[in-house]
């Protein structure tokens, strides 16, 4: 007996006839999770990131292609990171971005289901606190010439100690101590990690000797993702 590569958990009922004799035997069919994991605190300021995984007894991926489900609690906008269709990708997962905007709720509840045409679906959710957090990148400057020595909005000089400044503050008060996480797929980053200082800030720089796109993302490890 073998579940033809159906990873559902369900029960099968398996009917043996003899003349007019019948059996009809059980067979629950377990093994496969659902996990949610994201951070337990999201900036209203900002977004967070969750991830659901979809695995099978062996921990092996399911078959991509699985559509699931999202919601939220409170109705706050959640939507896939890579902006398509909620279906797991070749590692079983899906990636959700959570937007709280600007809800009056203090936390919230976000729920992800399995969509299957019949049987059981798996549920899993994760409660996070919602804060007033301020968390942006300062530098360089939003209004920065393009042509000018800082280059245009978004954009660094090649072959320069280019400065970067992230900046925290809840309300009219900035949070000094809260660790910064950097990363950069192009470039190299003065320093990857860092803590705040009394005015709310973390500065660094970035240099790169080759012109192109990269992202750069900054992770505070209590107030959020940008």
Known sequence: LTTKGDSQNRTLHITATAGSATNTLVITVTGTTLTLTGPSNVSASSFGTFVATLLDAGSAAVVPGQTLSVS????????????GAPVTDSNGQVSFKVTPGSTSATS??????????????????????????????????????????????????????????????????VINGDLITLNAPRGTLGATSGSTNASGDFTTTINSTQAGFSGLTAMATNNGAL
């Open 108 to 173: 919230d509840t976000l729920t992800v289901n399995t969509v299957y045409a019949t049987g059981p679906n798996l549920t899993k959710s994760a409660t996070f606190t919602i804060t007033q957090i301020a968390f942006a990148f300062t530098t360089p400057s939003a209004d920065a010439t393009p042509g000018s020595a800082t280059t245009a909005p978004g954009e660094f000089a090649i072959n320069t100690s280019n400065p970067i400044t992230v900046h925290i503050t809840c309300g009219a008060n």
């Open 72 to 83: 939220s609690l409170n109705g706050l906008t959640a939507t896939t990171t890579s902006g």
